[in-house]
């Protein structure tokens, strides 16, 4: 057992944690201090194993630009803040910021290649305490295997047929449409990868799209001509589903808009205290026109600690100049991945990743949780200088390095 243990970095146990800690909190029903506290262990662990010689000078520079604006707003946060839930929440956004050193972290690929072994070996494991903390298989966070699905035809082939049926499980398990579409859309293109000829150009046009399309998307909203979300609007039939809840058996609408009250809201708050440029900082919620979010019993103050759309969190606390900042740091990865590598597969994960940005606009909300962690990973993949220097043949001997029974030291690492 030691043995095993010794055999993967700290590091890689360290974001194997993220999950299974959360996951022991919730079933021993353990105080909120446990959980901060496993978070705080894991952010130091990352912290001492981040090496900046893997990572490309630009995307480091971004990298770090980014967390030191998101502190200064932490810093500015700390002048408005009264009571229980605005410094829980500043708490919780800082923590977050020193999340963002797993790019860092994970542009060395022997840290990444343990991280999604430690998946592999322990999914039974996991999927039972699953079913013990949640009541279903898909309720700890699969994202890792998301990932493996890019790589699949360079996965060894008793390995493929395992993921191939993991992810099946998963996606008849599955309730949220995001869930759903991220699952199908990794998997589509970890086939395409596989079986198919893909043109250069194929990539760098799926870059642009995913990259401008929020965008093209927003401005059409916001003048009236086309709003995405209200899919009623241009998709016929009932798109429905059962779904467990504590409260029994619901019927959950597939095609319902859950997210245009989500803009509404922040932008009406954004221009009510003209904080579009700096953000309110991590001290406020929203305090939009669609819905009463409850008040502050100690500060008086009305709002929403957060919503279900990344990018709105994002412009929400630290203003229009972070969310510019966010968006480079998946332009650039996507593009050193895309137009700066070797292999089809790290192209792949460059398009991936583009998909994240836009993703952003619909979920992806910033929080220390492995399905976040793992987009954090693969920009630092698109930032390491070992994964774009890979062909396809060096790149199947890394991925199947996560498959090994036993692996040594020696296994394929670009130093």
């Not at 699949?152 to 449409?177: A, E, V």
């Not at 009623?232 to 597939?254: A, M, R």
Request: glycine fraction near 6%.
């Amino acid at each position: 057992m030691i043995e095993f243990v010794k055999r993967y970095s700290l590091a890689s146990w360290a974001l194997f944690s993220v999950m299974a800690g959360f996951m022991v909190y919730q079933m021993l029903k353990l105080p909120e201090p446990f959980i901060w506290g496993l978070r705080i262990i894991v952010l130091v662990v990352v912290l001492r194993n981040t090496n900046r010689k893997f990572v490309d000078k630009t995307g480091l520079k971004l990298t770090y630009l980014f967390i030191a604006w998101l502190f200064f707003e932490i810093i500015r946060s700390l002048f408005f803040a009264e009571g229980y839930w605005m410094y829980k929440n500043i708490i919780n956004q800082l923590l977050l910021v020193f999340f963002y050193f797993v790019i860092v972290l994970s542009a060395n690929m022997r840290l990444v290649q343990d991280y999604l072994a430690l998946y592999w070996k322990f999914f039974i494991p996991m999927v039972l305490l699953s079913l013990i903390v949640y009541r279903t298989p898909a309720g700890y966070d699969y994202v890792p295997f998301m990932v493996l699905a890019i790589f699949y035809g360079q996965i060894p082939k008793k390995q493929s047929l395992f993921l191939f049926l993991i992810l099946t499980l998963f996606f008849f398990s599955l309730t949220q449409r995001n869930d759903l579409i991220k699952l199908t859309f990794s998997s589509l293109l970890g086939l395409s990868l596989a079986y198919l000829y893909i043109p250069k150009w194929i990539f760098k046009f799926g870059q642009a799209t995913f990259l401008l399309l929020p965008a093209i998307l927003l401005y059409l909203a916001s003048t009236g001509t086309f709003n995405v979300f209200k899919m009623d609007e241009y998709i016929k039939g009932d798109y429905s589903q059962e779904v467990n809840t504590d409260e029994g058996i619901e019927h959950d609408d597939l095609k319902a808009d859950t997210r245009t009250f989500i803009y509404q809201n922040v932008f009406y708050t954004m221009t009510k205290y003209d904080a579009w440029v700096l953000g309110r900082t991590p001290a406020f919620g929203d305090e939009g026109v669609q819905g009463f979010w409850g008040k502050d019993v100690e500060t008086g103050l009305i709002g929403r600690y957060g919503n279900e759309v990344g990018v709105m969190d994002i412009l929400l606390w630290y203003g229009l100049i972070a969310v510019v900042m966010y968006f480079m740091l998946y332009a650039w990865a996507s593009y050193l991945a895309i137009y700066k590598s070797k292999s089809k597969y790290a192209r792949g994960v460059g398009v991936y990743v583009a998909f994240l940005w836009m993703w952003a606009f619909i979920w992806e909300k910033p929080m220390v949780e492995t399905f976040f962690m793992v987009d954090l990973i693969l920009i630092g993949l698109c930032f390491s200088k070992q994964f774009r220097q890979m062909n396809d043949i060096e790149i199947r001997l890394w991925i199947r390095g996560i498959f090994a029974v036993r692996r040594k030291k020696k296994k394929l690492i670009i130093i």
